[in-house]
């Protein structure tokens, strides 16, 4: 069998992932593999019909075909994202129909499952035959058992598709049965608050729903709203992987993205992202915008702002689009403003949501609104904890963060109080008498400090 593997990462022959795609193929050598590399020729590829007829003639002709690939801000990299875009918009229907595929992953294993999740629902819809991928720490490959973890994977994978193992399909294709938004005539609403508002968009001119959900937006808000589209922002390339601003959280590419980043998220104190579903997730040009935002390393570096979506396309319809986006305020401990979209049956019920929305933003920010931290936030924060403490020397920003605000702080061993605790405890508990009195006064003895506490509210 011939597999096509299809390298995603912009470092091209560099890359991490496709090592581990090497270390495979050598312990299967029966199998031959062809490499191609598209994220780091991705603009050539976009130019070149050629080149890309010459790529997807490869990929069909292959027995299978494999995507390797290192996972990005929850999914591809946004140059592997725009490929795939590719594929929808010039390929003949059905040039994939039937044809096995699978993904091969490395990260901190964060937010991995929503890269694969995505992957399966696009290549779904492009007629593949999806197999469940495999996710790889970047430290599995020096673990002989994590090796052979994957091995028997690779294998398994081979043997599906020689067998023509039938596969079921996970997702339906996301259909939009919206309507085309009529706002009618639009009133300006007097800006009588000051809370500096960004809208970020990439709406373009077929974007029109999109572009009269933003205007009926900004002018029924009793705020001022920045309004930029990224198509006009200085961003020359996707996130290169190179790792080079761990040290001081500078990007090594010179253009107009760090400074506008600086200038515009850090000081707003609003940010509503604006745009239209695409294969599964927002276009090509927001992931490239939220991978370069990778030069602030594992630091919030939008703490406490507050983030809103207004977008238009099914989003009920990928819940792994609605889980990834939510993720992202809570990866940056900012503060969900929630969504909009243009899924309602008329343009006066879109527009209702509108003002909604507005006002909803509006009364938060009168309240001060929080709602604590949930699992994507503690999850990651102690995951990026973990990872940052092992690697400072390469993430030497971050680094100095974490120990000026306290992030080691976290860690249980340091906890020498709770720990003394724990061991006095355990000793009790090993005594199968007293055991059995502190049992019977388990949930009362919990109970007992927060009832104290709401006592103290009564007096």
Wanted: aromatic residues 12%; contains cysteine.
């Amino acid at each position: 069998m011939r597999i096509a593997v299809i390298n995603g990462s912009p470092k091209a022959n560099q890359s991490i992932t496709l090592h581990h795609i090497h270390y495979l193929a050598k312990r299967v050598p029966a199998h031959p593999i062809e490499i191609i590399n598209v994220s780091n020729r991705i603009a050539t590829i976009e130019k070149d019909k050629r080149l890309f007829d010459e790529i997807t003639e490869k990929m069909a002709a292959a027995d299978a075909v494999l995507w390797s690939f290192p996972v990005y801000y929850c999914l591809v990299p946004s140059q592997l994202k725009r490929f795939l875009e590719l594929l929808f918009e010039r390929c003949a229907p059905g040039i994939f129909s039937g044809k096995y595929t699978t993904s091969f992953t490395t990260s901190i294993n964060f937010f991995d499952h929503a890269a694969h999740n995505y992957m399966q629902g696009v290549c779904e819809e492009l007629g593949f035959l999806y197999v469940k991928s495999y996710s790889a720490h970047m430290e599995d490959f020096f673990s002989p058992d994590r090796r052979d973890s994957m091995l028997s994977f690779y294998k398994w994978f081979l043997k599906m598709v020689e067998q023509k193992v039938p596969v079921n399909r996970k997702y339906s294709v996301p259909r939009h049965d919206t309507v085309v938004y009529d706002p009618g005539a639009l009133k300006r609403k007097e800006k009588t608050l000051h809370h500096k508002v960004l809208l970020l968009t990439d709406e373009q001119a077929t974007d029109t729903n999109l572009a009269k959900m933003v205007e009926v937006f900004k002018n029924s808000s009793a705020m001022n709203i920045d309004t930029w589209n990224l198509h006009n922002i200085d961003m020359k390339n996707g996130c290169l992987g190179c790792c080079r601003c761990g040290y001081e959280n500078k990007c090594i590419q010179k253009d107009g993205y760090a400074s506008f980043f600086n200038d515009h998220l850090k000081r707003a104190d609003i940010i509503i992202f604006a745009g239209s579903v695409k294969d599964h997730y927002l276009s090509s040009t927001w992931k490239k915008f939220l991978d370069r935002s990778f030069f602030n390393g594992h630091i919030p570096a939008l703490e406490g702002k507050r983030l809103g979506f207004i977008l238009s396309g099914p989003l009920s319809r990928i819940q792994n689009l609605r889980e990834v986006l939510e993720a992202y305020a809570e990866i940056w401990h900012m503060k969900s403003c929630g969504f909009v979209t243009d899924e309602h049956g008329t343009s006066e019920e879109i527009t209702r949501q509108l003002h909604a929305f507005n006002q909803e933003i509006e009364l938060a920010c009168e309240q001060d609104l929080e709602f604590g931290g949930n699992y994507y936030q503690v999850a990651g924060k102690k995951l990026f904890r973990d990872f940052i403490y092992e690697t400072s020397a390469v993430f030497r920003a971050d680094h100095k963060f974490y120990r000026r605000t306290g992030v080691y702080k976290d860690f249980p061993q340091r906890k020498y109080k709770k720990r003394y605790q724990n061991a006095v405890f355990k000793a009790f508990l090993a005594i199968r008498p007293i055991r059995k009195k502190i049992h019977a006064a388990f949930v009362p003895g919990m109970l007992a400090p927060y009832k104290k506490a709401l006592g103290k509210l009564d007096g």
